[in-house]
């Protein structure tokens, strides 16, 4: 594979053409993946998913070099008629499209030119490989006080015949004092076998608001990989839900930094998983200052061969006191061959705090099955009944009605 | 006068050395230290042998780095392991024959080993640095059937059984400290217990580390027959030094078909001093199986000493309907670290675990608590049930909770929780208003927060370690 990957991303250096800073960038990154190649379980953040092995014998052999330079066909892909938005189209790691049709111009800036790198390059190879490979940087600045009127829509989608096994995409977003965005990600995958790696970067600054909502729901057979670096300062507001369900395999880490007093962190997820399908989420919320809160909540509902993982992890440093840290995770195992995995983290060097998690696992209750029974349901309703309502829990979190509405419907629940 | 007090109590009250002339194996980690150590216990060919494959397969292990106390790298060259006081070549026959000195340091632990023994009637099986001294109430004992000894003496006389079980459940192909206790043990106590049989008194085992640059391996192996029932105490001191001493100790507990083994401890090794210099690290390996169906393995620890504990009593639920139990409290001050926590692993059929585990860190101190639990897809209708609490003085200390949970079997629950906080300021003030001083309300607050783990212990336990969780944490306040 070593091969392949250099012949690819020297094509990928001579057909596109990168400023001399660009250049020494990717290069950076792109030994340093070389060095450490794809995670496998020795690493402490992978053990529960082997993502190497995952790849094997999933896809088998990746190629990775895409030709930026041909225009993709967006016309077919589908849009989500259900509610109005602003859309970014990414067709196969490249941005075909960015619209911002319902707001006004002169607030939302979008650079293309990359300036100074802000975050360390080694979070893992797996952001490596995405920066040696991703097309032309973006950055989206939100000014100060907008407030976006309709939601932003990202279309991660995939062509029939696309030319490489490994697409990467990469969007810089930064929200300024009081601006306020929502997010939805939508996959819409038209290739089967294909490792998908997404890398967003969040910068938020006073008082602004993040709502980010992923939603994974089609059947597919594509792996996919999805890192959200947030960076909050005082008194703002992140939220994030993922919804992963129709993948292959997913995993999606969500690392919060909360650098000002009063910020706070929502992460929620549901895992709806189905056949052999293997989902993870893994969160990191690092309390760095006085005043701040996190909150998490993850609900998995586990049919015939499904694995889902969840590591969540509260890291709460020796200045940060008065945090308020929370996290829960509950799940259900429909069947025999289901498996779920937790590793709730807690690390804490200061003393004035409240931080608790608490997990648990196991079948549905029998004895609310035989309540609902003995009241004229039969099994399967029953059954449905008590998963939607463990559900609904979790979408009740959603702050925005709108989503939350749509989210319902995907998701066939009903209050 | 109360000042004094507190400067006495703070002081380790161990820190005692003994001057006994010991014979030491020459230093250092090869073949012919251990077959050095085989031939003075006078063993089998079959044990060296073992020892020598332990050794073999050691040299392709690397030492683990995953844990959170990171330690200076141990040079196991330059450690003796062998050390054994002189006048032990020709083992005593009686306690009468013991060296006089070593039954003042006794006197000075406090262990019942002579008077006591009448008055509290605790068996006591005392290893000092690597050799077990004297074991005492043995007749009682034998009346029953009931075999209590050194682990060297079982190997002479009790060879089928030490062969039969001995690695059975830490396999010499397990990690790097226990694959080099399988190398270089030196003694322990070996427990059997025949079926039926009631244990009717606790037995115990005292360790203490008393020659410098000395490593203790230790190695204990309890064997409870079908429907019989053990409770073992174990307790550990070693005197003050500046250097850091190595404690890698193996622990085997078996139980058969409706068979109970109840083990506690009171660990209390040198802490290091104020500035953490000096300490022991006590990197132990306890295991448990519960082979037979209905068997119960129960873990108690009270973890207040050493520079570094890294440990994780576990039980492997072999038998259906087994039971793993594991109750903990650690206590981490000045500079001390631990990372400790347990191993329930589901195999057979109805089993069921149960953690409660208390962690208090105060000064410049670290602990964490790590555990795994595994419901393999075969355990069905199995149950467990985890609860870990942290306390925190002050904010130069650390906690952290680092649970793995894997549940493979849908007919299986698991539940998990876990809490960080400090002792509440209404408690504290509460308390003062009765009239009580700043230390002695931690105190009363910390005994009830440990109270679930202290009720496990048997009764002479509880009572010193009551006392024990008070003397640690005395000066961490205001």
């Not at chain 2, 629950?413 to 002792?423: L, V």
Request: aromatic share 10%; net charge neutral; charged share 25%.
């Amino acid at each position: 594979m070593e091969e392949q990957l250099k012949i690819d991303f020297e094509k990928n250096l001579k057909n596109l053409s990168y400023s001399d800073q660009e250049k020494n960038f990717k290069e950076n990154n792109f030994k340093e993946f070389l060095k450490q190649g794809f995670p496998n379980r020795k690493l402490e953040n992978w053990k529960f998913s082997d993502l190497n092995q995952i790849i094997k014998s999933n896809i088998g052999d990746l190629t990775f070099y895409n030709d930026y330079s041909k225009e993709n066909q967006i016309d077919k892909i589908e849009l989500l008629n259900e509610l109005e938005h602003n859309k970014i189209i990414i067709v196969d790691g490249k941005i075909e499209k960015i619209d911002f049709e319902f707001e006004d111009k002169n607030k939302i800036e979008v650079l293309v030119e990359q300036s100074e790198e802000t975050i360390s390059n080694n979070i893992n190879s797996l952001i490596n490989l995405n920066n040696a490979f991703s097309n032309k940087f973006c950055k989206i600045i939100i000014k100060k006080n907008y407030i976006l009127k309709k939601p932003l829509l990202i279309y991660h989608a995939t062509n029939k015949d696309t030319q490489s096994k490994n697409t990467n995409s990469r969007i810089d977003f930064k929200l300024e004092e009081n601006a306020c965005l929502r997010l939805i990600d939508i996959f819409k995958d038209n290739s089967a076998k294909n490792f998908i790696n997404i890398y967003y970067n969040f910068e938020l600054d006073k008082s602004s608001i993040l709502k980010n909502y992923k939603i994974d729901k089609t059947r597919n057979d594509n792996v996919k990989y999805s890192y959200n670096y947030i960076k909050q300062e005082s008194n703002s507001i992140s939220e994030t839900f993922i919804l992963s369900s129709g993948s292959k395999f997913f995993k999606n880490e969500i690392n919060c930094d909360l650098k000002g007093q009063y910020s706070s962190a929502f992460v929620n997820g549901i895992f709806d998983l189905d056949d052999e399908n293997h989902h993870e989420i893994k969160s990191n919320i690092n309390h760095l200052v006085e005043n701040t809160k996190s909150y998490q909540l993850v609900k998995s509902v586990l049919e015939k061969k499904s694995k889902a993982v969840y590591q969540g992890k509260i890291f709460v440093s020796s200045e940060a006191q008065k945090t308020d840290g929370y996290q829960l995770s509950n799940a259900i195992l429909l069947s025999e061959n289901s498996e779920f995995n937790a590793k709730p983290e807690l690390e804490i060097y200061a003393d004035d705090v409240k931080c608790s998690h608490g997990s648990s696992s196991g079948s549905l209750d029998e004895n609310s099955i035989f309540y609902l029974m003995s009241r004229g349901l039969n099994y399967k309703e029953a059954k449905k009944l008590l998963i939607n309502g463990f559900l609904l829990d979790v979408i009740e979190k959603i702050t925005d009605e709108e989503i939350k509405n749509l989210i319902k419907s995907l998701l066939g629940v009903k209050e | 006068m109360r000042d004094k007090q507190i400067e006495d109590l703070k002081d380790y009250k161990y820190g005692f050395s003994t001057d006994i002339e010991s014979i030491k194996a020459p230093k250092g980690l090869n073949e012919d230290v251990i077959k050095f150590i085989s031939n003075i216990k006078k063993e089998p060919k079959w044990l060296l042998d073992w020892r020598l494959k332990a050794f073999e397969r050691l040299k392709v292990l690397k030492e683990p780095d995953w844990q959170k106390p990171k330690y200076p790298k141990i040079d196991y060259q330059d450690l003796y392991y062998y050390s054994a006081p002189k006048s032990f070549t020709d083992k005593p026959k009686s306690l009468d024959e013991l060296d006089p000195k070593l039954l003042e340091t006794y006197k000075k632990l406090g262990i019942p080993l002579q008077e006591q023994k009448r008055l509290n009637g605790i068996a006591v099986d005392a290893v000092f640095d690597s050799v077990s001294v004297a074991t005492t109430f043995k007749e009682t004992l034998t009346k029953q059937g009931i075999i209590f000894c050194s682990i060297s003496e079982a190997v002479q006389k009790h060879p089928e059984l030490v062969k039969k079980y001995l690695g059975t459940v830490i396999p010499l192909t397990d990690h790097f400290f226990a694959t080099l206790n399988s190398a270089v043990f030196t003694d322990g106590s070996f427990v059997y217990i025949p079926p039926g049989v009631r244990c009717p008194m606790e037995l115990s085992t005292y360790f203490r580390i008393n020659a410098s640059d000395t490593g203790q391996f230790e190695r204990t192996l309890i064997i409870a027959d079908k429907g019989s029932y053990v409770s073992y105490l174990e307790g550990c001191t070693a005197p003050m030094r500046d250097e850091n001493q190595l404690h890698a100790a193996n622990v085997e507990l078996i139980a058969l078909d409706d068979a109970e083994i109840k083990y506690s401890t009171v660990q209390n090794w040198y802490p290091g001093d104020k500035d953490g210099k000096g300490g022991i690290y006590n990197f132990v390996t306890k295991r448990g199986l519960c082979k037979g169906t209905n068997s119960k393995i129960s873990w108690t620890q009270v973890e207040t000493g050493s520079a570094i504990t890294w440990k994780y009593p576990s039980c492997i639920l072999k038998g259906d309907n087994s039971i793993g139990e594991f109750y903990s409290i650690a206590i981490t001050n000045n500079h001390q670290k631990a990372d400790t926590g347990t191993k329930m692993i589901h195999l057979g059929k109805n089993t069921k675990s149960k953690i409660i585990s208390k962690g208090i860190s105060a000064g410049f101190s670290d602990m964490t608590y790590r555990g795994l639990v595994d419901i393999s897809p075969n355990a069905t209708n199995s149950n467990n049930f985890t609860q870990c609490d942290s306390l925190l003085m002050g904010n130069k200390c650390g906690a952290h909770t680092v649970p793995y949970i894997k549940n493979k079997n849908a007919d299986s629950n698991i539940a998990h929780e876990a809490t960080t906080s400090k002792i509440s300021e209404e408690q504290l003030h509460y308390c003062q208003q009765r009239g009580l001083n700043p230390e002695e309300a931690v105190g009363l607050i910390v005994n009830g927060f440990c109270k679930e783990v202290l009720q496990q212990l048997p009764m002479e336990f509880a009572v010193e370690a009551q006392k024990l969780v008070g003397i640690s944490l005395e000066g961490s306040v205001g």
